[in-house]
């Protein structure tokens, strides 16, 4: 699993160090697969990635022309359906059922069941052995604060995988870091660096002209 939506919030430095080992064969679950030369980009351009679960994949010209050669598989989830499925992972909640979906090739091979007249997809939970996670803050204990919407997947992948390593913009010594203010308490982290030269992209800038 890799934290982050879209370029925001990903784990910049983890990904390029994991560039750098070249590991090979990778199942990765994320938000969507960065871009073109960047985030979970690079790591496809190196031949990585094996099969991606996510709910988005727009932004990436070399992810649709591998899979339209049917050379990656990709496993498309509704958004919502996605975060649900990983926090479920985390809380040891094994499936659950959602509206989401239903009469589309989402409902493809699941079970449908009926409540209150209404119809319902039964949804699995996904964990991961890793989950590579971004925080704004992080002590020497794990302790981890996100940072805007930075919120919207790292928390719930720090909590779904066997090993979960943080990487963290500013690492703080235990005890610097307000109980009240964890947004994931350090007993989820395996590991933790300070990242560095963040870019902190953006898939596509959008200035408003100014009226005159």
């Not at 990585?48 to 990709?74: F, P, Q, R, T, W």
């Not at 091979?109 to 939970?125: C, S, W």
Request: positive net charge; charged residues 25%.
């Amino acid at each position: 699993m890799l934290g982050g939506f879209g370029l925001c919030g990903i784990p910049e430095n983890l990904i390029a160090a994991l560039v750098r080992k070249r590991v090979r064969g990778l199942h990765t679950i994320s938000n969507n697969m960065g871009v073109d030369g960047f985030g979970m980009g690079l790591m496809l351009e190196a031949g990585m990635i094996e099969s991606h679960v996510g709910s988005y994949v727009g932004e990436n010209k070399l992810l649709e022309s591998l899979v339209v050669a049917d050379k990656l598989k990709v496993t498309l989830v509704p958004q919502g359906t996605l975060a649900e499925r990983i926090r479920a992972g985390g809380a040891g909640i094994p499936a659950f059922y959602t509206p989401t979906g239903v009469g589309t090739v989402v409902a493809e091979g699941k079970e449908v069941r009926e409540f209150d007249g209404r119809q319902y997809l039964l949804e699995r939970a996904l964990k991961a052995d890793f989950a590579l996670v971004k925080a704004w803050k992080g002590d020497e204990s794990g302790n981890l604060v996100y940072r805007k919407t930075a919120r919207n997947f790292n928390p719930v992948m720090a909590t779904a995988a066997a090993v979960t390593i943080a990487e963290v913009e500013q690492l703080l010594r235990t005890g610097q870091i307000a109980p009240e203010q964890i947004d994931t308490p350090g007993i989820y982290v395996k590991a933790i660096v300070q990242g560095e030269n963040y870019e902190r992209r953006i898939e596509r800038r959008v200035v408003r002209k100014q009226a005159l």
